[in-house]
T-cell receptor, first 114, second 112 residues
Framework: DGGITQSPKYLFRKEGQNVTLSCEQNLNHDAMYWYRQDPGQGLRLIYYSQIVNDFQKGDIAEGYSVSREKKESFPLTVTSAQKNPTAFYLC?????????????FGQGTRLTVV | AQSVTQPDIHITVSEGASLELRCNYSYGATPYLFWYVQSPGQGLQLLLKYFSGDTLVQGIKGFEAEFKRSQSSFNLRKPSVHWSDAAEYFCAVGAGGNKLVFGAGTILRVKS
């Protein structure tokens, strides 16, 4: 079945540590995205990529980093510079079109700083 | 800049009653509009989308939405709510470059 797989589902991090969230898709989509979700704030875009080896900052990129070495994979690293990393993180993918197209979402990773 | 407003943070309806969730957007051109649903601890599932054409769009699970350009609205409706519809609902607008801008969400509670 085609879809987006995020792992792990739950992640605990000590303050000062970097952690990497995995996102893999087999939908053959060119575009991939990372969103952060906090209660009452909806989804906010962290980074996005429309092609391999290229990515752009979203609205809240500070304290995060990404890579796009393969079409299928778009890992997100939450660095120690992110002051409030506890949140629900969602990865998505879509085709690239001249207009807009729907995004398909993974099941999310809940990150908690302990 | 594009933005989406969902005025209602929480809505409670009785099972079998009708439902309308409000969404207002700000976008300079013809918008691409979406409604997604999220169950607790899960990802988002697309309910329906509007790109062009008929302003009343049908989606999955018996939902529909109407695009009203004059009111900059894209409200979601369902004639009869089921207990399984309890979830959080997000309206989104295409922001160009294949990006989406989301509203803050509306949590739907269904009482029996």
């Amino acid at each position: 079945d085609g879809g987006i797989t995020q792992s792990p589902k739950y992640l605990f991090r000590k303050e000062g540590q970097n952690v990497t969230l995995s996102c893999e898709q087999n939908l053959n989509h060119d575009a991939m995205y990372w969103y952060r979700q906090d209660p009452g704030q909806g989804l906010r875009l962290i980074y996005y990529s429309q092609i391999v080896n290229d990515f752009q900052k979203g609205d809240i990129a500070e304290g995060y980093s990404v890579s796009r070495e393969k079409k299928e994979s778009f890992p997100l690293t939450v660095t120690s510079a992110q002051k409030n990393p506890t949140a629900f993180y969602l990865c998505a993918s879509s085709i690239v079109s001249t207009g807009n197209t729907e995004a398909f979402f993974g099941q999310g990773t809940r990150l908690t700083v302990v | 800049a594009q933005s989406v407003t969902q005025p209602d943070i929480h809505i409670t309806v009785s099972e079998g009653a009708s439902l309308e969730l409000r969404c207002n957007y700000s976008y300079g051109a013809t918008p691409y509009l979406f409604w997604y649903v999220q169950s607790p601890g899960q990802g988002l599932q697309l309910l329906l989308k509007y790109f062009s054409g008929d302003t009343l769009v049908q989606g999955i699970k018996g939902f529909e939405a109407e695009f009203k350009r004059s009111q900059s609205s894209f409200n979601l409706r369902k004639p009869s709510v089921h207990w399984s519809d309890a979830a959080e609902y997000f309206c989104a607008v295409g922001a160009g470059g294949n990006k989406l801008v989301f509203g803050a969400g509306t949590i739907l509670r269904v009482k029996s």
